[in-house]
């Protein structure tokens, strides 16, 4: 009896000490996990504040997504954001018992122990619920490479940790904090990570306007983006979306009938996928990201002392200038705008500045760039102008190599100069740019550069000059192919641009629009052993004969002669006019010398637009702004942005200068503006084109926006068309894209608006038509 009782005591003990032996396993494992015996588990503050790359948002003044900055493309989005479709979709097909449990399924737990521990099928995973995804993606497993029995625990133990994170954030967070945390972590491929992002990519909504089908494709692409890829993978995505409706089905989510319409919908994309390359605004944004994360200049990295001095001045008085690093966040590091999810607030309108793409990509593709490819034809393709002999033209390419990447990775890698000519010259599989897309060709590296350089460069920027505000900015014809950015990075010969300047200057002192100078040349001494200079007239044929007469300073501006800006300069010092231009908004270094009556000049387009604001805003010169406020990724406003002002000229002289500059486009150099362009209502501007049609310009004044264009070559040696002066090259841009934005009934800028006119205005006289200089008409050749 006593052998009995001993047998069932042993078989008792033995029996509980199987069936607890897991148990005592799990709790022993559990405590080791929580002891940090197999790696640190997150901290209640890493909970609290879970770490993930969110990318920086660039946001337009009309609310609109410019693009991103980002290691990975999140953006954040709360709960009552997002659809109830997609938290259907979701929950249906990923964790159906989402809301009666504590972060651990049970019933998937039998599931995940017998796929993947008993079968090893390690692909499975199935019965993870939302909270476990959550985790693995906030803290990811360690995916080193392992094998056998070591890798097979690595896994136990990595799923026992998610298990407790996942425990930790169920009693940390709300369930639909959990659910938008999910949701925002997430990838969906083509660089979307998070559904705000998806939505906008595969969809151009935002997550709140998701339908139900759309939940279901996104939904369908959680576990393999790439496989159920819906832009490459159209069928095998349509059959996942729809496996994904059929649970909405099941769980009360959809009718029948809804079911069945649904699921016989083809998928329908609005795809535009966001890259640091495309999209809108690309060198806008590019700018940003320059300025955003400048260093504090050092000397020793710059070769140009001026350069020094302004980018460290810059750097002292530009609050934007390097605000990552000026600014630190309270942990005391600087600011990322590739991790930490701010929202950059710009002063671009999205409207105004798909208008100005538009607009120069259709003159430049369909005019100016068909004329010069006509002119390189008759040449014999020869890139350069003909004052360039062969000898300088293979110096001038020479260089060109040494500027690209292959030459400098070459050099680093140690390849001999024959070697890397051999490169050169060596046929490469390669895509190129077009006017009407990209080229897959084959090409030597050598004949790439030559062929770039046949592309003429273009650039245009627009400005609120009331307020500074930057409304678009275009730095080239593509910032995929041509990143250098004309608006604020090249400086250029500005031509007759310049010379509203010297006009102020007469006019600040005393002169007026209607008094009469004689149209002869004009010559200057330039000191010992130099040659007088005396500058002359551009050759028009239409005004040889006002050669010798007496013209109005009006007719002079409206119809860029030289020799009357020659005559003004005799009236007036040039350091005079560098320094009103200066206070006017050009900060590119300018010589004193006579000639600067003629533009020879290399200002910025940006700098030139801005200035030429000045007359707009009543003689108050306003610095360019492109940002208004920057928030992190709570919302909180972390600075905001006010613009520079200073008063440059007196109102009454500013509306003169309006006055005059509207004699350009009405019977000066750019009249075809208003008689061929038919652009309608106030406005003025300015053409400016530089010696053998280098450069062409042009700025438009408006009463609520002042923008400019500059087309040129990508090197001086590179010249325009014989008709290459900027009313040709540059004005037209102005013109298509002003027409745009009037005909746009949602944008507040129309051409019934009005310069204002000083309260107070001394009598002054506009109408030059009773002097005795004439006006040419549209009969004159000028205007053939």
Excluded at 46 to 70: K, R
Excluded at 331 to 343: A, E, R, S, V
Excluded at 362 to 371: I, R, S
């Amino acid at each position: 009896m006593s052998n009995n009782k001993e047998l069932r005591h042993k078989f008792l003990l033995w029996f509980w000490g199987v069936v607890s032996a897991p148990f005592v396993l799990l709790l022993l494992v559990f405590s080791l996990i929580g002891l940090g015996v197999f790696g640190p588990l997150p901290t209640f503050e890493q909970l609290e504040n879970p770490s993930s790359n969110l990318a920086t948002e660039i946001i337009s003044e009309d609310g609109q997504l410019l693009g991103t900055f980002y290691v990975q493309n999140r953006s954040f989005v709360n709960y009552d954001e997002i659809s109830p479709n997609l938290v259907g979709a979701l929950l249906s097909t990923e964790d159906v018992r989402f809301y009666n449990h504590s972060g651990i399924d049970f019933r998937g737990l039998t599931r995940v122990f017998v796929k993947t521990i008993i079968m090893g099928n390690e692909s499975q995973g199935g019965g993870s619920t939302i909270s476990q995804q959550l985790a693995k993606q906030l803290f990811p497993r360690d995916t080193s490479s392992r094998s056998g029995l070591v890798r097979k625990m690595n896994l136990v133990v990595t799923k026992f940790k998610e298990w407790i994170v996942a425990v930790k954030l169920e009693r940390n967070y709300t369930k639909e904090e959990i659910l938008a945390m999910y949701l925002n972590m997430v990838p969906f491929g083509n660089n979307a990570w998070g559904v705000k992002t998806a939505a906008k990519i595969y969809f151009d909504k935002t997550p709140a306007d998701l339908t139900a089908e759309e939940s279901a494709l996104l939904v369908g692409m959680l576990n393999a983006p790439s496989r159920y890829n819906p832009v490459r993978h159209e069928e095998r995505a349509t059959a996942k979306r729809n496996f994904v409706l059929e649970k909405m089905y099941s769980n009360d989510l959809l009718s029948s009938d809804q079911l069945d319409s649904l699921s016989a919908l083809p998928i329908k994309l609005k795809f535009s996928p966001m890259d640091n390359t495309g999209g809108i605004a690309p060198y806008f944004r590019e700018m940003l990201r320059i300025v955003l994360t400048a260093k504090k200049p050092s000397s020793s990295d710059y070769w140009d002392q001026a350069q020094y001095e302004a980018d460290l001045e810059r750097w002292n008085t530009d609050p934007l200038y390097g605000w990552c690093n000026k600014n630190l966040k309270p942990d005391g590091t600087p600011y990322n705008i590739y991790k930490d999810g701010l929202k950059i607030y710009t002063t671009v309108n999205s409207k105004l500045q798909r208008y100005a793409e538009e607009a120069l990509k259709d003159h430049m593709a369909n005019t100016v760039q068909k004329e010069f490819d006509a002119q390189q034809k008759r040449s014999n393709y020869r890139i350069y102008s003909n004052d360039i002999d062969n000898a300088k033209a293979k110096e001038l390419l020479a260089i060109a190599v040494k500027q690209t990447d292959r030459y400098r990775n070459l050099r680093n890698a140690g390849a001999s100069e024959e070697e890397i000519d051999r490169s050169f010259n060596t046929p490469t599989d390669m895509t190129v740019f077009s006017y009407k897309g990209d080229v897959d060709t084959t090409l030597t590296p050598m004949d790439s550069i030559k062929y770039y350089k046949r592309f003429l460069r273009a650039s245009f920027v627009a400005i609120e000059p009331q307020t500074g505000n930057v409304k678009a900015w275009v730095g080239g014809p593509s910032f995929e192919y041509f990143k250098y950015d004309q608006v604020y990075q090249g400086r250029r010969q500005v031509g007759s641009t310049f010379k509203p300047f010297l006009y102020t200057l007469a006019m600040q002192e005393g002169m007026k629009p209607c008094d009469q100078v004689p149209n002869v040349p004009v010559t200057f001494d330039m000191g010992p052993d130099q040659e007088p200079w005396s500058p002359k007239n551009a050759y028009t044929k239409y005004l040889e004969k006002y050669n010798g007469q007496m013209v109005t300073l009006k007719f002079g501006l409206a119809h860029s002669i030289n020799n009357i800006s020659a005559y003004l300069m005799k009236q007036y010092s040039p350091q005079a006019v560098v320094d009103l231009a200066h206070k006017m908004g050009i900060h590119s270094p300018l010589d004193p010398v006579v000639s600067i009556c003629l533009g020879p000049s290399d200002i910025t387009l940006l700098e030139m637009v801005s200035s030429y604001g000045t007359f707009v805003n009543k003689g108050v010169h306003v610095e360019p702004i492109t940002v208004l406020r920057i928030e992190d990724k709570h919302g909180n406003t972390l600075a905001s942005f006010a613009p520079q002002k200073n008063e440059a000229i007196n109102d009454q002289t500013a509306y003169v200068m309006i006055e005059m500059l509207k004699g350009v486009v009405h019977g000066g150099t750019a009249a075809k503006l208003t008689y061929q362009y038919k652009v309608p209502g106030d406005v003025a501007g300015k053409t400016g084109t530089t010696n053998n049609n280098s450069d062409g310009w042009f700025i438009g004044i408006t009463p609520r926006l002042v923008a400019g264009t500059w087309v040129g070559g990508e090197e001086r040696s590179i010249h325009l068309t014989n008709r290459g002066e900027g009313a040709a090259v540059a004005m037209p841009v102005f013109a298509k894209f002003i027409t745009k934005v009037y005909n746009d009934a949602t944008i507040p800028l129309k051409p019934n608006l009005s310069f204002e006119r000083p309260s107070v205005m001394p009598d002054v006289t506009f109408d030059c038509t009773s002097q005795p200089a004439e006006e040419p008409t549209k009969d004159d050749e000028f205007f053939q």
